[in-house]
């Protein structure tokens, strides 16, 4: 029998892209979409609109379309939750659980919930952070990874739940827009560069963080979600990493492909979150257990991004 998977979140960042390449792995009528309300532009494929608070209504979405497995991408990012913390617990926590309790009884047989760098606190080691040390988070959004971390090892080792997550870097990617995370500036930048040649970065030139290009992104989810489950030695999250940089030298590679373009810096509240956070990541362990290994460098990433960029944009305008 094949399976049945529902994306939760499925309009954000992550799960604009990832619903595609499930759908074109696993068949469009075997990938339910779902999200508080439908996209203005649906594809193809089954949508059904989802509170993952409301554990009644996640009962009968599962059921009515004897769903299997679930990707939990439904959350509030780390500057947008710092905005409306009690909100944010709550979205991010519960979520998770009703989810949890899914598998806790069966009714699904394999779950994946993604963590995130945001885990790691200011007393944490910033250069190749080890899988595990000391976490300390300093934000809503990094308290509640770390909380669902436990949550999903709990589920593992008490229920024998079949959890998987990584500890997702920044993600950049153009088929979507920034989700309010502070790494988004990432994003933002190109679009940016393409449009009037000119950002204004609100982390400082200097502020090196591990990033990651969607593509990688995606396929890590895919190839941890595949494994065997003898391989999946880490029920909380996996160390996951691709690129680190700052935004002087994002900025320096996009301007060797616009060359007057012109970055400037006005640090704001994001700053804080950016400099409790790791520079690089050391993420040996999936490596060893499941095979990771990452495919893009910078310049690889800018050269996509740039070009795929210029031909929406180019596109939109002819529309």
Not at 6 to 18: A, C, F, K, N, P
Not at 28 to 40: F, I
Not at 153 to 177: C, H, I, N
């Amino acid at each position: 029998m094949k399976d049945k998977i529902l994306v939760i979140g499925s309009s954000g960042q992550i799960g604009t892209e990832l619903v595609e390449t499930l759908r074109s792995q696993y068949g469009v009528s075997n990938v339910v979409a779902s999200d508080l309300k439908a996209p203005e532009t649906p594809g193809d494929g089954p949508f059904e609109a989802l509170d993952v608070t409301d554990n009644q209504r996640l009962l009968a979405v599962v059921k009515k379309h004897g769903v299997t497995q679930v990707y939990l991408l439904a959350a509030l990012l780390s500057a947008t939750a710092e905005k409306n913390p009690l909100f944010a617990w709550n979205l991010n926590m519960a979520g998770l659980l009703n989810v949890l309790e899914l598998g806790r009884e069966k009714l699904i047989s394999r779950i994946y919930w993604p963590s995130s760098i945001a885990v790691f606190g200011p007393n944490t080691p910033s250069d190749l952070t080890p899988q595990f040390t000391i976490m300390e988070p300093s934000t809503v959004y990094g308290i509640s990874k770390q909380a669902g971390e436990r949550w999903c090892e709990y589920y593992f080792q008490k229920y024998g739940v079949d959890v998987r997550s990584l500890r997702y870097p920044g993600l950049v990617g153009w088929k979507s827009a920034p989700g309010g995370g502070t790494t988004d500036y990432a994003v933002h930048i190109f679009h940016e560069a393409l449009k009037s040649k000119t950002y204004e970065c609100f982390l400082s030139a200097d502020t090196a963080l591990p990033m990651m290009y969607m593509p990688d992104a995606l396929r890590a989810t895919l190839e941890l979600m595949q494994a065997d489950p003898a391989k999946v030695k880490i029920r909380s999250s996996y160390n996951l990493a691709g690129i680190s940089f700052s935004p002087k030298e994002i900025a320096a590679e996009i301007k060797k492909h616009i060359p007057d373009f012109m970055m400037t810096y006005k640090p704001d509240y994001r700053q804080q979150i950016a400099d409790t956070w790791p520079h690089s990541i050391d993420d040996s362990h999936s490596r060893q257990d499941w095979g990771w290994n990452p495919a893009y460098s910078l310049d690889k990433m800018t050269r996509e991004m740039l070009t795929n960029l210029d031909k929406v944009m180019k596109n939109s305008c002819n529309l």
